[in-house]
């Protein structure tokens, strides 16, 4: 063990002994809405009073200062500024500051894993000091001053709080996807701003897959002449990506799939492939047969020249060979590839999986680089110190864990497969119970969120990261009993804001560029709705309703538009529950609030399936998508108009309510579904027997009507 990985192990070890007393604290602070900071703090205290923002605001820096740290202050400084109007520039001496800065050494000149990020935070009615070992906690401090400030009737503050803070992983990361849709340098650049305020501090690039090759190679350029559309980073973009990420504390870990989704490599190195070409880059999306062909001696001649080059590019001490989904179907058809898995007694398509791992682990350790892959690669030949990143399973997890290897979770972070916050946030890379043992748990360094790129543009890509990620982060960053769901929501809901103050352009989003809609009109209002309460179907599904898709497709249409976490939706079924639930009679003033809810949807649905659809089915989905929103909000004014009266609806009515929903629930070529049917199933059922909501206890209501429910509608067969 490298001394640089003792210290890092006992980081963690002290970490795990004080995580319990944090986590704790913590916990009752977020219980109790005390903050709305995300990540919430390993411990906070609430002090009184506050520190008032004044014109006189003044910042000192005490002890170790550089180039990085005044970077992150400028970066703090120009945030408070845009928000307040003030000047936070000024500096004083450390008795008189509004700010100190006190900070006792250096990073990394490059960020490493393992640094020590922790920081503490002191703000009286008087003075606010942020105290750090290390630069890097100091930026992490940085992104908490920026959260705590705020305003009301008396003006800008910060509230008096105690923060003793360090994170509870060290690999907290956001892999994006730059290869299936081209992402530019400034989509990256404002993501990296929006990781350094939730203190994400792994950016993950998967640079190569079927659909381009994004990233210069000087020794071999036809990699990304042929295969990229001339769309790639140049190095020297790369190099100012890498040292803007730097500036913000992050890594940069680059991935080079191979040896599967590697059509955009033998583009131009077709003799490479495991079957003749010629090669064309790829449009669509899936799991492709062109595989590089381990048997091949030039094949490493050409992975030992490109990974040098990009060894020297990229500074970190990782890099991903990404591994995954080698269906095996070009190896196996190959004669002359099975004759060498006999010939070297690898007895199958994993063994020679394994075995190209071990030759490109050997070409990486050569050039100082630690060998990261997705889960496939776990095998018993995977040799030591190689790093299993897990995505098909937390069983994947933990397997590598016990084998000795270090691991990082991907699976449940998913976010492209448009699941809602509160999955991605009680994920656990460690959960409660887990049967590890303490130097087990050692090497599981944290996660990353995963934005794959079949359905993201530079248009949308944010509304998709973001906020949903910031959950993520916290869930690597804070104790684990940090948990609260509601809490959580009512968080995100402000650190949503705070992104896109810091570039973030998830609230541009959608832009609708229609023939005949004025993006400022009623009828645009009603687009905003419709999408405001609809998702994208879940998983890998929409590509079956939208089987036309290619990397060419524009994306602007209503799954593309839809968010995967409807807030409208979540607080419908909010209100339902606690109407329905509550003590006592049913509350008038609520029903009204429900009943208007619901009659705005109708308005915007009867006004969205007006606006005239291109002759697709996707666009003309869309407006049946509409109407649909229309049948269904009138049968939740129904249902709530039947209990109001004490009188259940009639069974013809009934059956045509159950009917409308039923209906509902079936996705089209709109891709998209209603995660209000739920709540309004409830509103149904429950006026089925309005009456028997006097006769129970409010436990014994709720139980009944959800023994009425049909069992939940598994999602439909794509078409």
Known sequence: MSNCERGFSSHRRRNLAVALAAAVLGAVVNAAGAHELMPAPASLREGSGRLAVTEKFTVAIRDHDDPRLRAGLGEFSKQAMLRTAKDFSGFAGAPDATLVVACAAASPAIPQLGEDESYSLEITSKQAVLTAPTVTGALRGFATLTQLLQHDAGGWFFPAVSIRDEPRFPWRGLLIDVARHWEPAEVIRRNLDAMALVKLNVLHLHLTEDQGFRIESKKFPRLHELGSDGHYFTQEQMRGLIAYAAE?????????????????????????ASAPGPYAIERRWGVFNPVLDPTNPQLYELLDGFLGEMAALFPDAYLHIGGDENNGVQWTANPKIQAFVREHHLKDNPGLHAYFNGRVHAILAKYGKKLVGWDEILHPDLPAGSVVHSWRGSEGIAEAARRGFSTILSNGYYIDLMHPAEEHYLNDPLPAGTTLLAEQQLRVLGG?????????????????????????AERLWSPREVRDVDDMYRRLAIVDLRLQEAGAQQGNWPRFDLPGVDPQGATADALR????????VKDYRRGGFQPAVTQATPLNELADWSRADSAPARDFKRAVQHWLFAEG??????AATLTATLAAWRSAGELAAQVPAAANPVAQARTGTARTLVAISQVGIDAIAALLKGAPLAPDRLAAAKATLDEAARPTAAAVEFPALVSLRVLVTAATEPQARHEMSRAAWKEH??????????PAAQP
């Open 585 to 590: 009679a049913l509350d008038s003033k609520e």
């Open 448 to 472: 990353e969120a995963t934005m794959w790129g079949e359905w993201v543009n530079p248009d949308n890509i944010d509304s998709r990261i973001w906020p949903r990620t910031a959950a993520i």
């Open 705 to 714: 009507l959800h023994s009425l429910l049909p069992p939940p509608t598994p």
């Open 248 to 272: 913000r504390g992050i890594r940069v870990v680059p991935e080079f799939d191979m040896p599967g989704h590697a059509t955009s490599w033998v583009v131009g190195f077709p003799e490479l």
């Open 529 to 536: 709705t419709l999408a405001a309460v609809v998702e994208p």
